[in-house]
């Protein structure tokens, strides 16, 4: 069979073909672009939500129209004159003005905190090496009152928490330190211009009525004399209720007038006043400022004051004899008024050793004062207790004279109504166990020993005061028997506050804080209301103006 006899052309094939459907071909170019224009669409939709969502719309800002506001006009400036220093002055007077402060109840109790208030205005403590149980003859040791041992110092209990626990502990009052500060408030108001304290011109200073009666010299230095032991006391007072002259505080610039007018005073061979007796009080207002506030322009004048201390003070004529503490070093006895002499006044050794202790705090220079001292104690006192060997610590009394005469191993007593007369050599009379408690503590003696007891025996069994009293004495026996302490004290303190309290003299013009000099019964009344009034607030001041020490060790 032939199969290639009838094989058909390209052209037949092509004929042969099935015809093309026109209409499926453009039914499939529609969905290609329609599926094209949903993908292009999604596309668009996609970057338009994009664009809306990052990029904020914007906002229509309301026109703002721009006001030119004219500048207030200028305040008219005073003219402002020059400050001159009595402008100054009264400035300062103005700033350290004071709410008076009514006496309130006598028990009510002060609040005692474990700690030193922050905010307090520090006040300088003295020298930390005059802790309680330093010993006399150490290297840098010395006896020491009022210091509550370490850091704490001479005047550490004087302000802030310090002041608050001291007058919790020891027994102190609302009514007490109103009292103080009445006093403070008192003396502030009768200091005179140039920072003295005069006890007999006093009342011109005060413009209040009615006024207090103008005072008399009685001082064996005369008024001038008065005047100087009356400025130092002033001092004194503001010092021991925590104010000094560089510390902020209501009463900076009556301190500092007074220590500028003891600075001023000050002779060239560096004493004080006329007698052994003024000085060492004024000597003692410049030493305590210094070791306080540390202010070097006190240094000088207190050590100059201290020199001549030590210049004036009795020499034992037979110290190979000394015996008791004072024994090992030094070969001073006491004081008396003027020059060294034989005779050795209590009086005027208790003022100088209580300015030597304040010195020594201070870190100023006192030789081998304090160690005479101590013998000038110890023979007085054995020289006054012949029959001393057979006395016991907790029953017996012991005496201590007015004055010890070296040269003849005697003593001295007055006669009870102080008036300056005294008995025959080693008859007894008048008891001056009060300074010398005081000065046996300022010289080492501690709890259970033998004088310091038999003397605080004495006080409270002769001496514990009802008003009117003699404010001298009181005074000593306050510091001395706050620093027995234990039940003697608590009995001392629970007569002595609230008589100091009730007996002063409340809301009558220029007497105000005072105590009447007619119920001090000191010297003849002569030194009058303002020498009352300074040992009446001192002897208030007593829980804090030094710590307790002298019964805390056996």
């Not at 904020?56 to 305040?75: G, L, N």
């Not at 040791?141 to 002041?163: C, D, H, L, T």
């Not at 608050?164 to 009514?175: D, P």
């Not at 050794?349 to 005479?372: C, D, F, I, P, Y």
Request: net charge negative; aromatic share 10%.
């Amino acid at each position: 069979m032939d199969h290639d006899a009838h094989a058909p052309s390209a052209d037949e094939l092509i004929d042969d073909a099935p015809p093309q459907d026109d209409d499926g071909q453009r039914r499939r170019g529609w969905v290609g672009w329609l599926i094209s224009a949903a993908i292009h669409a999604l596309l668009i939709l996609a970057m338009a939500s994009i664009y809306f969502l990052v990029v904020p719309p914007p906002v229509d800002v309301p026109p703002v129209r721009v006001a030119t506001i004219e500048p207030p006009p200028k305040p008219t400036e005073k003219p402002k004159p020059d400050r001159t220093l009595e402008q100054q002055v009264e400035l300062d007077v103005v700033a350290e003005s004071e709410t008076p402060s009514p006496v309130t109840a006598l028990d009510l109790p002060v609040e005692v905190s474990e700690r030193e208030e922050e905010n307090e205005s520090p006040v300088a403590k003295g020298r930390e090496e005059a802790v309680a149980d330093s010993e006399m003859g150490g290297s840098g040791a010395f006896m020491a009152i009022g210091a509550g041992g370490g850091s704490a110092g001479m005047f550490g209990s004087r302000s802030g928490g310090g002041k608050k626990r001291a007058i919790g502990k020891f027994g102190g009052s609302k009514g007490s330190e109103s009292a103080v500060d009445a006093a403070l408030r008192w003396l502030k108001k009768h200091q005179s211009q140039n920072g003295m304290w005069n006890p007999v011109a006093y009342p011109a200073n005060c413009t209040e009525d009615p006024k207090c009666e103008p005072g008399a010299p009685g001082w064996v230095g005369g008024e001038d004399g008065a005047t100087v032991g009356c400025s130092g006391y002033g001092v004194l007072c503001f010092l021991g209720a925590g104010y000094d002259h560089q510390t902020p505080n209501r009463y900076k610039q009556t301190v500092k007038r007074g220590l500028d007018y003891l600075i001023a005073i000050q002779k060239p061979d560096g004493r004080f006043g006329n007698t052994n007796y003024e000085h060492a009080v004024a000597t003692m207002a410049l030493a305590e400022a210094f070791a306080m506030t540390g202010d070097p322009a006190l240094k000088t004048p207190a050590q100059r004051g201290v020199t001549v201390i030590l210049a004036s003070q009795n020499q034992d004529p037979k110290p190979q004899a000394a015996v008791g503490k004072g024994s090992t070093s030094g070969t001073g006895l006491g004081w008396d008024y003027f020059t060294p002499t034989m005779r050795n006044d209590t009086s005027v050794t208790g003022w100088n050793v209580m300015a030597l202790k304040s010195a020594r705090a201070a870190q100023l220079e006192v030789g081998s004062s304090m160690e005479g001292a101590a013998t000038w104690l110890e023979k007085t006192w054995e020289r006054a207790n012949p029959d001393r060997k057979t006395y016991d610590p907790y029953t017996s009394e012991s005496f201590f004279p007015y004055v010890y005469y070296s040269d003849e191993d005697a003593v001295e007593y007055v006669k009870p109504d102080l008036s300056g007369e005294v008995f025959p050599r080693n008859q007894r009379g008048q008891n001056f166990s009060c300074a010398g408690m005081v000065c046996a503590v300022f010289l080492g003696h501690h709890s259970g020993d033998l004088m310091l007891e038999t003397l605080a025996n004495e006080v409270m069994k002769n001496q514990v005061p009802s008003w009117p009293c003699n404010v001298y004495y009181l005074y000593y026996n306050s510091l001395g028997i706050f620093q027995v302490g234990g039940e003697r004290w608590k009995k001392w303190n629970a007569t002595v506050r609230d008589l100091l309290v009730n007996a002063q003299r409340k809301g009558d013009g220029c007497f105000d804080g005072s105590w009447d000099y007619k119920n001090g019964k000191f010297l003849g009344n002569g030194v009058g209301r303002m020498l009352t009034t300074e040992y009446c607030c001192l002897s208030l001041e007593v829980y804090y103006r030094y710590a307790q020490v002298a019964g805390g060790k056996k």
